[in-house]
């Protein structure tokens, strides 16, 4: 989808659609996988990305709120190329992964590589220790609010949890993750969603909390690249929600969506 940008001059940001499966995008997803299987990256670890060339980096932290069981840590699983377990268990403490994630942006023929550190606390540790919760927001880049399409509750209580968390003075990027929108039984209705949208003006983020296809070999490990495939609408969407809000604020550089001479000479990839 397209987010308009708000600066008054009909100009649009968008994520070119499936660009991660096309030639270009190959050498930056390899450097996401090893033997066709997701790097899990460390805090020391990051891919080998600033060699292939003419890439932007963008850095981004987000803090995951919501209720405990409804899908912050399968999420963040599924994101990062993890097995979801069936079992829950409660994060304990704070938790933080780092993502990468590359992208093209369609004006411009740009590649820009997301890291995307994520910080998930246990709803329990939270209530326990006043600190967590202020660790976690101080220089928050946004918030990622959940809710799960399975369970009413947690969608009825999404409008206090946004405003027991952030107030009304807090001008930090707000998401919405819409977590399990491959249950069968949903009890959100997608009148609900639209209308929830169209009242609050954020945008919600669907996504299916299941593991990637298994690799022929063994029928057991993840597919790594499958996996990215399966996330791309999804970090495609994030990755511009981040850049507008950016954008709309002059906090990111004219140039990253101006084509260069070269890519203006070059065809479309």
């Not at 499936?18 to 670890?45: D, H, V």
């Not at 850095?59 to 999420?75: A, D, M, N």
């Not at 002059?250 to 084509?259: D, I, Q």
């Amino acid at each position: 989808f397209i987010i308009k940008l708000m600066d008054g001059g009909g100009e649009t940001l968008s994520i070119v659609d499936g660009w991660q499966q096309t030639a270009e995008a190959r050498s930056y997803i390899n450097q996401l996988l090893i033997r066709n299987k997701r790097i899990l990256f460390g805090i020391l670890e990051k891919p080998a990305l600033e060699q292939l060339g003419r890439e932007s980096n963008v850095k981004k932290r987000l803090f995951l709120v919501g209720k405990s069981g409804v899908g912050k840590s399968s999420t963040v699983a599924k994101l990062c190329g993890r097995d979801i377990t069936s079992s829950h268990d409660e994060t304990l403490g704070i938790q933080t992964t780092t993502i990468y994630w590359p992208s093209k942006i369609a004006s411009s023929k740009k590649v820009i590589v997301l890291e995307l550190e994520l910080w998930d606390a246990g709803e329990r540790a939270m209530n326990k220790f006043d600190h967590i919760l202020s660790a976690c927001q101080e220089a928050t880049d946004g918030y990622l609010f959940f809710f799960s399409y399975a369970d009413r509750h947690s969608w009825e209580d999404l409008p206090h949890l946004i405003a027991r968390t952030t107030g009304k003075k807090d001008s930090t990027l707000k998401m919405v993750v819409g977590t399990h929108a491959d249950s069968v039984q949903r009890e959100v209705t997608e009148g609900e969603i639209e209308q929830f949208q169209n009242t609050t003006k954020l945008i919600i983020l669907p996504i299916a909390n299941i593991n990637s296809p298994r690799l022929q070999a063994d029928r057991r490990t993840p597919d790594g690249r499958a996996g990215v495939m399966e996330i791309a609408p999804f970090m495609n969407a994030l990755t511009q929600i981040l850049l507008v809000h950016d954008w709309n604020r002059g906090l990111l550089p004219s140039p990253l969506f101006t084509p260069s001479s070269a890519d203006s000479e070059s065809p479309s990839q």
